[in-house]
Every structure is written in structure tokens, then in C-alpha cells.
């Protein structure tokens, strides 16, 4: 059935902040020909070709359509004689949020809070990550709006921090893509910093009890 | 009048004792089943003869028994609803004599944390401590807030208290006394707004020796 | 029924919190994604209201909804924040038989349910 027929295609769809989706297939399997696209958004009237396809090796191989909102999207895909595959999915269900923009930092004491501001939709998490120069991993804290306080930290130390935007699974489902990370950004003392120097350090732990 | 009963199995009106009991929840402590714990809050209460009984917000079924422990009672089940209140009644032979309405989600008590651990990070002139908590692989009540306290071991009553949501906090060394035997301990309160409840028993102490020499850090 | 004036925000909580792993539990690891042309509700009031209809009133091939936990937990959730709503009677002592009695999970309750996920998903995102 269709199941199978978009395992072949490699069918991967992507909503890129309910602005573009981005349909994309592989035809190598249908003998190079040039599948075509029909598509009818909830909100459309009637269903249309598609009018801005991707190309591969000169044979279409995806299309751009533009999104308006949270709506389901019914497409088939054709080759000239037959009826490829049909779909119709909510497009919210493969959303890939914008990344965090204009990041704020502000320090009270060992605490830092991280603005930025909130995209348009609901049921988001913002993740905040952080490390200090002493640390090997990146520490994560999350929050439902783009204002998260992280605390415990030295104020002395100079520290990293990037962020990200991800969908809670029980709203949009298993199948989102978490946003790109923001740029990285460095901070000591309650200052923006160019950079920590990466110190390669040999790690002197030592475990007391 | 004297509590109790007669012979025949008539009841005399027991006399007021104050049979108020408290009750607390843990979801998914044993796999998908739940427990439900109640005791009787004046420790005094002769509870021979009294059951508990818990009804609606069940699954399937309209009521259940409590199991008894000593003084403790308590049901493990998978059949809370978790929506929805419930009506806990304490009976002596079958007949009601105090009931309270509770909600299974407001009365949570989390597993307490465990695995606590310090490291000393020489060059960061800090320690870092970290634990477990069984909850991270929880359905149910996956947000906890932690409370992590500590003290040095000769001062009796000075603990310090830091809260956080994550399971790793460091602590600066300039802030601690050199040369000194620390002791640490961590809890945890259920921090969702739909599970609340109650702080969970402390974790086990783990104990640390600061270093003698302060050193600067490296900027 | 119209569910206009129900309390949405604590309705999604109920569904975030626990409606939402019981209806993953009887999907059993299959994705709503994959049963095509899910339902479109524009609002939370539209969204309840099918919600209601596929989980409590019986469909060619899927007769059962109502007995399952998810039903049970959207029943009390629906008593509870939507006023006057008087909730659909589940005679809930015999709900939920043994496996062995209780008809087997079909393929078109999976695909009523796979609509109810998505429903619910919709719902959540916006109220």
C-alpha cells in the first residue's frame, strides 16, 4: 500500500516554522522519470500542481509550498501513467521551529536568565544549554516560554550557552524536527565575552568521601 | 459511653475518637502500579477492626479495600484514574465512620533521590555534585524540584539549601570552609502543576572533605 | 452538547498529564501518522465535540472505544471541566473485560483512535 510506496520514495516531509513545507522524494526507483505533485491544503479551495518543484539530476524531486497555518495537507504524487501515492497529514506534525533569535542574558547573583522571544504557536519547549569552561558536557534546562533561569552558576567562570526550540510530543507527535541550535554565545562576570578559551585540561578529579 | 461493641454485634456509638488520617501517593513505584499509603494521624488510635476503602476515580471497578501493615494501610494497584477525586472511608464492621475526599495527583510523594556523589575539580575550584532519581524514566510525575542541603558536619543546625531541577549542581569552593568535613543530603517535591504533593524521605548523606589550600583560579 | 463553555486549559492538562499515555498505550508503538486523512477540527469546542464522537458512539468495525482507559479518562475530564455536561454513562464495572473476552484490537478501532490522537494533539496546540 502507501506505506510501502513511501518507504521507496523516501518520502520526507519538512514544515519549516509554518512558513514553507518542503516535500521531497527519491525517483531514482521509478527510472529517473519526472514525478508530479498535486497538493490541496484545508484551507484551499481546490487542489494545484505544484508551482516551485525541486530538481535532481534534472528530474523533479520536491516541492516547495508555501504555509499559511497549523492546517492538514492532502498530495499525491504521480508519474505519467499512474497514481504514485496519496497523503493526507496534519503539517503540524512534521514542524521544525525557527531557531531562538536575539538572545537576552541577564545575571543576578549565581543565576542567569535567557529571553528570547517566543514564536507565534503554543505547547514549545526552549532549551537553554550552558557549560563553563570546566565542564565536559552541556547542561540543559527547558522551559514552555523563551525566559529560563538557570542558577548555581560562578559568576568568575566564563561560560557558553546556545539554545534550541523543540515540540512537546503529546501536541505535534513523534515525527518534528528540534530547531537548529542558536549561535553559541559567551558570558563571565555579567558580560557578553568573544570567546572562552578552550582549556584542554587533564581533568584533576578527584572523587572524596 | 465506653467505644467499642456489644456482644451481638451491634455497634454502640464508638465513642469520637479522632480517626483524621493522612494519605499519600506513588505513582508507577513499582512498574505501572501505583500505591496509595493512609495512616491514622493520632498514633494512639486502636485501629483493630478498621478498614479503609477508597472509591471512584477507579478503573472498572467502583471501590477498593486497603491492605493493612501494622499501622500502616495501603493499596497497590494500576486502577487509579488520576482524574478525578476520590472519597477514602475508614469503616469499623462495614459501617462508615469518618470519610475524605482527596484527588490522587495532590497527594504525591516522590521516591526519594539517591547516588549522591561530590567531586573536587581542582582547576574549576569547585565541586561537583551529582544523584539519581528514579522518576527521569517515569510516565507520570517525570518534573521534580530538588533540594540539596549542606552542612559542615561539626555544626549542628547550619545547613545550607539550595533548590534546583536538574540532577548536577556545583559548589564553589570559596564558599566552603577549607579543610573541613562536609556532610550532603537531596530530596525531591513533585514540580508539575497538574502532580503536586509532598517532599519525598531524604537521600542517603554522603560525606566530603574540602581541600586544605585555597588556590586562585586560572582565569 | 455543546462544548463552548468548557474549561479548555484544565481539559488539556487532563490530556497532556494522562489521557495522552493511555491512548499511546493502545497504539502500542504504531503511529497515528500512518493511517491516512485524519480529521480537521478548527477549534477547541469543534475539536471536543468530535473527540466525544469518535471515542463514545460506535463506528462500523470498532464498537468498543468507550471501555478503554483513555475513554474513561476523557468521560471524567469532559464531567469535570465542561458545565452541565453529564457524561456518558460507561457501566464501568464491566468494563474492560479480560483480554481473552474483550474484542481484539482491531485495525479499524486502531484507525479511530489514530483520528482521536490527532484530534487531541490539535486540541492541545491550540488551547
Not at chain 1, 90 to 100: E, G
Request: glycine share 4%; with cysteine; hydrophobic share 30%.
Amino acid at each position: 500500500g502507501d506505506w510501502a510506496l513511501e518507504g521507496a520514495l523516501q518520502l520526507q516531509i519538512i514544515n519549516f516554522n509554518f512558513e514553507v513545507v518542503q516535500v521531497t522524494w527519491n525517483a531514482s526507483k521509478f527510472s529517473g522519470t519526472n514525478l508530479t505533485f498535486l497538493y490541496k491544503l484545508s484551507s484551499d479551495k481546490t487542489s494545484s500542481q505544484c508551482s516551485n518543484y525541486i530538481f535532481q539530476q534534472s528530474h523533479t524531486a520536491g516541492c516547495l509550498l508555501e504555509a499559511k497555518k497549523d492546517e492538514i495537507l492532502c498530495f499525491s504524487i504521480k508519474n505519467e501513467t499512474h497514481l504514485l501515492l496519496t497523503k493526507c497529514q496534519w503539517i503540524s506534525a512534521y514542524l521544525k521551529p525557527s531557531s531562538p533569535k536575539d538572545l537576552n542574558f541577564q545575571w543576578h547573583q549565581e543565576a542567569i536568565t535567557v529571553t528570547c522571544s517566543d514564536l507565534p504557536y503554543k505547547r514549545l519547549l526552549y532549551e537553554i544549554q550552558y557549560k563553563s569552561m570546566f565542564d565536559t558536557e552541556w547542561q540543559s534546562k527547558e522551559g514552555e516560554t523563551c525566559n529560563v533561569t538557570t542558577d548555581g552558576l560562578d559568576a568568575e567562570k566564563c561560560y557558553f550557552f546556545r539554545a534550541r526550540v523543540k515540540t512537546m510530543e503529546s501536541s505535534y507527535g513523534p515525527d518534528t524536527y528540534p530547531s537548529d541550535w542558536s549561535e553559541v554565545t559567551h558570558q563571565q562576570r555579567g558580560e557578553l565575552r568573544d570567546s572562552c578559551q578552550e582549556r584542554k585540561l587533564f581533568p584533576k578529579f578527584i572523587l572524596i568521601s | 459511653g465506653e467505644s467499642g461493641y456489644a456482644q451481638n454485634g451491634e455497634f454502640e456509638d464508638a465513642e469520637l475518637d479522632d480517626y483524621s488520617f493522612s494519605c499519600y501517593s506513588q505513582l508507577e513505584v513499582d512498574g505501572t502500579q501505583h500505591l496509595l499509603t493512609c495512616a491514622f494521624d493520632d498514633p494512639d488510635v486502636n485501629s483493630t477492626n478498621l478498614e479503609f476503602e477508597i472509591c471512584g476515580a477507579l478503573l472498572n471497578v467502583k471501590c477498593l479495600t486497603f491492605d493493612k501493615l501494622q499501622e500502616m494501610y495501603f493499596i497497590k494497584t494500576k486502577k487509579f484514574l488520576l482524574i478525578g477525586d476520590s472519597e477514602i472511608h475508614v469503616k469499623l464492621g462495614g459501617k462508615n465512620i469518618t470519610s475524605k475526599k482527596l484527588n490522587i495527583v495532590e497527594i504525591v510523594k516522590p521516591e526519594a533521590p539517591f547516588d549522591i556523589r561530590v567531586i573536587y575539580r581542582k582547576g574549576a575550584n569547585d565541586f561537583l555534585v551529582t544523584f539519581n532519581t528514579s522518576h527521569s524514566q517515569k510516565k507520570y510525575v517525570k518534573e521534580l524540584m530538588h533540594e540539596v542541603a549542606y552542612r559542615q558536619e561539626k555544626n549542628e543546625n547550619d545547613w545550607m539549601h539550595v533548590n534546583l531541577s536538574s540532577t548536577k549542581l556545583t559548589l564553589l569552593q570559596r564558599k566552603l570552609q577549607p579543610d573541613a568535613m562536609y556532610e550532603i543530603k537531596v530530596r525531591s517535591i513533585p514540580n508539575a502543576n497538574y502532580f503536586q504533593g509532598f517532599w519525598s524521605e531524604w537521600s542517603p548523606t554522603f560525606h566530603f572533605r574540602t581541600p586544605e589550600i585555597t588556590g586562585r583560579m586560572d582565569p | 452538547y455543546n462544548f463552548t463553555d468548557c474549561d479548555f486549559e484544565k481539559i488539556r492538562k487532563k490530556y497532556q498529564e494522562v489521557i495522552y499515555q493511555a491512548l499511546e498505550k493502545y497504539m502500542n508503538g504504531i503511529k497515528s501518522t500512518e493511517f491516512n486523512n485524519p480529521i480537521y477540527c478548527e477549534d477547541p469546542p469543534d475539536c471536543l465535540t468530535k473527540i466525544e464522537r469518535i471515542t463514545f458512539y460506535p463506528t462500523h468495525g470498532c464498537t468498543s472505544l468507550a471501555k478503554e482507559i483513555f475513554a474513561v479518562g476523557t468521560n471524567a475530564a469532559l464531567t469535570l471541566q465542561c458545565p452541565g455536561y453529564s457524561g456518558m454513562q460507561i457501566n464501568n464495572t464491566q468494563a474492560k473485560k479480560k483480554r481473552k473476552k474483550r474484542e481484539v484490537t482491531t485495525n479499524k478501532c486502531r484507525k479511530q483512535v489514530a483520528y482521536l490522537i490527532e484530534l487531541w494533539r490539535r486540541f492541545s496546540r491550540i488551547s
